[in-house]
């Protein structure tokens, strides 16, 4: 089975921050037991340190029977991010005592940035000897946090060969420490005929705010709408949308459309989710249309957004229509939180005849639990006439959460008897 769409997805889930989507996706691999594979189990990781769910992602580490540089490189950059440095510094440790793995240019780039949180410039300084005996690209950002401009673009300038990683790292680190270094440099880095990207504009765009640079921030605005990359215009598209900047998200998407270049299901997902926040049924409409037209029809992610739309706006044909045509209907029940559109996704189900297939009445119980109405799921649970692992599995974490503790034990000990007939 080729495994690379639900890896998307989950990095789909990952940059949305589509958590109820993502924690489907997550029940769904383990079912079909796909977690064994390391790039599946990678990118699951990956996918909860985006959602800042560290504890959640550092319990799936554990339990990763195969582990190789990039797992822990990605625990050891996310404790460093959500500042847990001396967590990040532990990890780095136990993996060099235990000869796990060989560090590379990210594992030490990570662990830099954590020297530089807890202010250990010693450790930080040996790191440097390694990077350069093992030549690396060396990292400026530990000396600019610690506020040693001066010594990271030292470093900068004597590096022998400069890249975009390079560039990016002394713009991230200028533009941390408030530096107008930033812009100098990141103008600097186009002038060398690098391509300014997803990482470098937006420090460029942090430095106009702080020195309140409005026409230098409409030149690199200009900029990004007048480049073809997607993957930077999705960032400034999902900055818009946590703000709530919604005009500002429509105005961007309007002008990703004119451009020409090709929209993906990220880009989809954001604009269904600028339609759901104003509640508008006409633009909802086009979007969907185009959606069909770009080939991601049955990408659930971007289609449970829209039933979430539809059923919101009392649209039930139209979400009705909509979830006769998308694939894993487990899924898109359980993504949805919303009570009033998970009622009608419920009712979907009964016309449509999928009330009665297992998988989907257990993502309509998880619906109900996380929604508060755990009668209705227990309700559902009680007459299903079979029942597996999920199942149950479901049940007792919705009493769980909902506060009907001696039910979850109940539930709990059924189940053991069940697995042992």
Known sequence: ????????ALRHCGRSQ??????????????????HDIFMA???????????YLNDAHKLFDEMTYKNIVTWTTMVSAYTSNKRPDKAIRLYNHMLECDLEVPNGFMYSAVLKACALTGDLQLGRLIHKRISRENLDNDTVMYCKEGMIEEAISLFHQMPKRNIISWNCIIAGLAHKGSFLA????????KEG????????????????????????????????NCDGLALWNSILSGYIVNEKNKAALCLLSQIHSSGVCIDSYTFSSAVKVCLKLLNLRLGLQVHGLNV?????????????????????????NALELFHRLPNKDIVCSSLASLGSGKQVHALCVKSGFDTKGVTV???????????????????????????????????????????AKEAITFFQDTIRFEAK
């Open 1 to 8: 089975m080729d495994l690379k769409p639900l890896m998307l």
């Open 18 to 35: 589509s958590v109820r989507n993502g924690i489907s996706l997550h029940s769904h691999i383990i079912k079909h037991r796909f977690f």
């Open 42 to 52: 990678n990118n699951l990781l990956s996918m909860y340190v985006d959602f800042t």
């Open 183 to 190: 812009l100098e440099y990141m103008c600097m880095m186009h």
């Open 194 to 225: 690098l391509k300014l990207d997803e990482f470098a504009l937006p420090c460029g765009l942090k430095a106009c705010s702080y020195f309140n640079l409005l026409a230098m921030g409409k030149q690199i605005h200009c900029y990004v709408v």
């Open 293 to 317: 037209t770009c080939g991601y029809e049955s990408d659930y992610v971007v289609g449970s957004i829209l039933i979430d739309l539809y059923a919101k706006l009392g649209k039930v044909k």
């Open 362 to 404: 257990t993502s309509l119980v998880d619906m109900y639990s996380k929604c508060g109405e755990i009668e209705d799921g227990l309700a559902l649970f009680n007459n299903m006439p079979e029942r597996d692992v999920v199942s149950w599995t479901r049940v007792i974490v919705g009493c769980g959460q909902n506060g009907r």
